[in-house]
T-cell receptor, first 116, second 113 residues
């Protein structure tokens, strides 16, 4: 158990809908990262937040957005869902800050999203 | 664009064998290289390497980084069926994208009894 929690574990929804995935980082970690894992693309970085502020964006679609709240939990919002959005979505956390680049990212159990 | 290539893509061995997994990378402003093991769900952290030539060890697993030749290897000795998993290599750059991990495709390791 990495100490990173994600809810829900599974989500099944229809095309065009909107969903919210939730992540709570390990105690003491200020950085939260979101990744998408699909069979054809592997693990892809989406976005990074540090202490409530967006720090870096990867291949995140405009239909997707995220935020990190004052209690450090984070939410990833996916809207106008398409079949191709079906994937495993992982959240990871790390200490962040001055340790940036050499702090370990620990992954949560993931949310499996299925879009029908 | 940052790039990580792992080889082989898959490997089938028998218990007791020793395996070597390879990871080569191209990244601007390298900060660290990480190895993860992924079984059914979340990637589990194995090692982080930042300095060239220093071996990290944990039980039967060990890893080393060569920053000059831009690669890393992960060795597993006396393999067990529980080592069957996907092994992922990822690199971390500095600068404005320091939060991002760029992953390789992974090596699928299957250990038969």
């Amino acid at each position: 158990d990495s100490g990173v929690t994600q809810t829900p574990k599974h989500l099944i929804t229809a095309t065009g809908q909107r969903v919210t995935l939730r992540c709570s980082p390990r105690s003491g970690d200020l950085s939260v990262y979101w990744y998408q894992q699909s069979l054809d693309q592997g693990l892809q970085f989406l976005i990074h937040y540090y202490n409530g502020e967006e720090r870096a964006k990867g291949n995140i679609l405009e239909r997707f957005s995220a935020q990190q709240f004052p209690d450090l939990h984070s939410e990833l919002n996916l809207s106008s869902l398409e079949l191709g959005d079906s994937a495993l979505y992982f959240c990871a956390s790390s200490v962040g800050g001055l340790a940036g680049g050499v702090d370990t990212q620990y992954f949560g159990p993931g949310t499996r999203l299925t879009v029908l | 664009e940052d790039k990580v290539v792992q080889s082989p893509l898959s490997l089938v061995v028998h218990e007791g064998d020793t395996v070597t997994l390879n990871c080569s990378y191209e990244v601007t402003n390298f900060r660290s290289l990480l190895w993860y093991k992924q079984e059914k769900k979340a990637p589990t952290f194995l090692f982080m390497l930042t300095s060239s030539g220093i071996e990290k060890k944990s039980g039967r697993l060990s890893s080393i980084l060569d920053k000059k030749e831009l690669f890393s290897i992960l060795n597993i000795t006396a393999t067990q069926t529980g080592d069957s998993a996907v092994y992922l290599c990822a690199v971390r750059a500095g600068g404005t994208s320091y939060g991002k991990l760029t992953f390789g495709q992974g090596t699928i390791l299957t250990v038969h009894p």
